[in-house]
């Protein structure tokens, strides 16, 4: 039993009539009678009532006809799935994401993609950098927008750089450096810094190091912190300050006031990771020409 002779039983239920099926089908009547025989057949069942007036449906056939007419539905409508996810226009995206690095772009670049391919579902995942590195190894999340990867982080993922953004210094409004036009090396060095949890986000303290790596001082975290919201509100109850980019600012507001440092060449960068020996989907692929575009990377 295969599709065929469904399509050939439903032409004919429909139309009531072989000469007329087998026009529409553009097959010969006979081939299309010795077909629908064939079915009727292997069910065991007489679907057709056969007259020299024409052919009338059994109650067999009539329910049979409802089955195959849903049946070859699901069929064309599995096709047209699976066609569409090969053009990265179905199915599901898993991105994880830094939340702080990606404001500006991540938003947007969702806009337009849903905009563009509705039909794809994009799944967001707010991981750590290690949670981001395991997720893109085993599979779990086809693309992450972050920072770049840091030491044994690399091995085996790609980085595509999309937009890099000048450092400063964030702090509530009662720090003396409030009264600062800027800040410099030293004497954020020689503050209580707030910072991300080393374990959680190394590539910030290798950050640090190379900010640092010009003078003899190093800085003293306070305070670590596991995720953005936590770090803002650690500063603005005074805890320490913390460095930041220009982009903290969408994200913190004005909970905190914001300083630019001095005396390094030291940016935040900001773009995609995959796997090496990953498998990303067109729809993936059609989500980083997005992300691109909306870096001016494109």
Known sequence: MELRHFRYFLAVGEALNFTKAAAQLRVAQPALSRQVQDLEDEIGVDLLRRSPRGVTLTAEGKLFLEEVRELLKRA????????????????????????????????????????????????????????????????????????????????????????????????????????????????????????????????????LNRIFAAIPTKPRIAVECDSASSLITEVEAGRGITLATTIFKLVAGKRLIYRPLTGTTEALAVGIARATKGDVTPAGEKFCDILRKISGKA
């Open 76 to 207: 064309d409508e599995s096709v047209e799935k699976v066609r569409a996810l090969a053009r990265g226009e179905y199915g599901e995206l898993h991105v994880g994401y830094a939340p702080s690095p990606t404001v500006e772009i991540l938003p947007p670049a969702l806009t337009a993609f849903q905009k563009a391919v509705p039909r794809v579902k994009v799944l967001l995942h707010d991981l750590s950098s290690d949670e981001l590195i395991t997720g893109l190894q085993n599979g779990t999340l086809e693309l992450a927008i972050m920072v770049p990867p840091a030491g044994d982080q690399t091995a085996g993922i790609e980085f595509e750089l999309l937009r890099t953004y000048p450092l400063c210094v964030a702090m509530n409004a009662t720090h003396p450096f409030a009264r600062l036009k800027s800040i410099t090396l030293e004497q954020l060095a020689a503050e209580p810094l707030v910072g991300f949890r080393r374990k959680d986000y190394p590539e910030s303290y290798d950050g």
